[in-house]
């Protein structure tokens, strides 16, 4: 007996000793996670300069407008200075944090952020108890998902269906709960028993000013990452999604600050041997259930480590296939070619049993239409999540190029208007790329459909106009890589449920390193009609080829007609006859009789303008993206005279009406052309 009381109070006092020690393993995980972030972003190529307006302002917003209210608020949005070096920013602390903490965190971000990203006009940092972004160009209340980060456990759950579940349903219940029982700090918390032994907590926040529909679209487009990611028979047991407008996070323990007492109480009536028994019986009941569940994981273990190997081998095979085409795509001595193995992880690769189950196996009633790459379906993922899925032909000769274009380039590219790819497949003799879902289609079938091209108004064509010029200067100018789009056109640009514009389509898109302006090629690919002259006669296309496109496509807005069908009663191409109204002062019956209602003369006769502005014959002529945006946004009053416009396009339909050999000049859609010229 006396062993015995010897061995229980040696065990007491290791097991204090082991409770001690986590403590401060606690309280020094905290400590660290303070002081390294979860995720930054500066990837933004603008810059300021040293003892800069900018730099002063930025230093008064970060120490002065933002930490001064963190001891008061959760969150704080401010501004310094004025343009062009006026600084937006804002923080936003959890909402369970204290005020002495929520400072705290303002203090480390605000050095950090510095540090991770000198000289950046834009950047965001998150830390596990608040995030702090700073911008040149205001956000306030506006809806970004642009820059998102999904994080997650090693360790996965072991019940994966029955867990989505729970997850599906506790999520549904704090998304709720955020727009309505704390609608003003848009935050809720909750927890769900999924067994005897286990809990299931989770939390969501959005930015306070967000309205309750983008809250619930920010925090339901976070959840459709992490399925896509996720929904497989390996789910971790926890996993945080970052948003700038929102995040979202589940774990099996608890997650707030709030944590419960880490003591035990017993009844101090009975006697002292009674409690030496019961503590005894728990130390005990302890050690044999420690024995007993790390005796039944070995043997798990070991059976199931051999159909485990397997499985993870296949489950690779998609990303080695993935860092092939990425391989393959840039050259050795590419800048970007050094990343490629940490881009491709951080890309969802998405099982093919998974997309057939959206799709119902492909069915044609989910067929939403045919393109150069091969057919595109609607897929409905579990709890009413909706996708586009692009399904590789398997006779598209150009379809393995234009499936490494997008995913290489689309995959790291992150604009309100462009579309967002979400993941992809490869498996088997299967290659398929996933995309957010734009429930309005394309613009084609509202500008061209004579039953539909009422809906636009001119406020919303302003708006869908200005949308394309903004998403082609972020591709020409504001993204980490510059991108030559080469097809664009009113059927590459989708429209989501907002009639917000997003381009699409990357499978010919050429990307420049450095300081390159302009390439050329033997082969030439793009769409009758919107092509420049210099790069459909002789291969040349830049900047200013998109530049072109971009004209035509304002100018068919405008007017409602298509530029490579449009012949007017003169026999003239769209161009030519846009070109003749404004020359002889009659621009306005240019067009669409649609817009005689809501059209406002002044807008349309400048939009006529830059478009005839941006069809030059001579691309030097012809403005940049960053000076057509800004032309769209401010009231110019004196803009420069258009020159004539490039008509060879016409005389490339003659020569295209009879092809010579067999050189295919057009694809079996007709969308596609491809014109071989000696060179």
Known sequence: ???????????????????????????????????????????????????????????????????????????????????????????????????????????????????????????????????????????????????????????????????????????????????????????????????????????????????????????????????????????????????????????????????????????????????????????????????????????????????????????????????????ETFDENDDFGSEKKGRSREFPVVKLDLIRAATQNFSEENKLGEGGFGPVYKGTLPYGITIAIKRLSRTSGQGLKEFKNEVVLIARLQHRNLVRLLGCCLEGIEALLIYEFMPNKSLDFFLFESRENKILDWRQRLHIIKGIAKGILYLHEDSRLRIIHRDLKASNVLLDKDMNPKISDFGMAKMFNGNQREANTNRVVGTYGYMAPEYAMEGLFSTKSDVFSFGVLLLEIVSGRKNNSYVSEYGQSLLNFAWKLWREGHGLELMDPCLSQSCVTTEITECIHIGLLCVQQDPADRPTMSSVVFMLENDTKTLPQPSQPAFSIGRLAVRSAEPQSNDQLCSVNEVTLSILSPR
Not at 11 to 29: A, D, M, N, P, R
Not at 96 to 115: F, G, H, L, S, T
Not at 187 to 204: K, P, W
Not at 285 to 306: D, E, N, P, Q, S
Request: proline content about 3%.
């Open 1 to 327: 007996m006396a062993s015995v009381l010897v061995l229980c109070l040696c065990s007491t006092q290791t097991l204090i000793l082991i409770l001690l020690f986590h403590s401060l393993l606690l309280v020094g995980v905290k400590a660290q996670m303070q002081v390294n972030p979860l995720y930054y972003d500066c990837s933004m190529p603008n810059n300021y300069s040293e003892r800069s307006k900018f730099q002063s302002n930025l230093n008064r917003l970060l120490y002065r407008s933002l930490y001064n209210n963190g001891s008061d608020f959760i969150y704080t949005k401010a501004s310094e200075g004025e343009d062009p070096d006026k600084v937006y920013g804002l923080f936003l602390c959890r909402g369970d944090v204290v005020p002495k903490d929520c400072k705290n965190c303002i203090d480390v971000a605000r050095e950090r952020i510095q540090r991770e990203c000198p000289l950046k006009k834009q950047a965001i940092i998150w830390f596990d108890e608040c995030l702090v972004r700073y911008s040149n160009v205001s956000f306030a209340s506006m809806l970004d998902t642009s820059v998102s980060r999904i994080l997650y456990n090693t360790q996965n759950v072991s019940r994966p269906e029955q867990f989505m579940g729970n997850l599906s349903a506790m999520f549904d219940n704090v998304i709720t709960q955020a727009i309505t029982v704390n609608l003003n700090l848009k935050y809720a918390d909750n927890s769900d028993e999924i067994n005897d032994f286990q809990r299931l907590y989770g939390m969501v926040q959005c930015l306070p000013d967000l309205s309750a529909v983008d809250c619930v679209t920010c925090l339901k487009t976070a959840f459709s990452q992490m399925s896509i990611t996720l929904f497989d028979t390996k789910i971790p047991t926890g996993v945080r999604v970052l948003h700038a407008s929102c995040n979202l996070r589940y774990e099996l323990y608890q997650l707030l600050t709030s944590l419960p007492p880490l003591t035990i109480q017993g009844n101090e009536d009975q006697g002292k041997n009674t409690s030496k028994t019961k503590l005894i019986s728990i130390i005990i009941g302890v050690t044999l259930a420690i024995l007993a569940v790390v005796l039944a994981g070995t043997c798990f273990y070991l059976l199931k480590r051999r159909r485990r190997i397997e499985k993870e081998r296949n489950e690779k095979s998609q990303e080695l296939q993935l860092l092939d085409i990425i391989g």
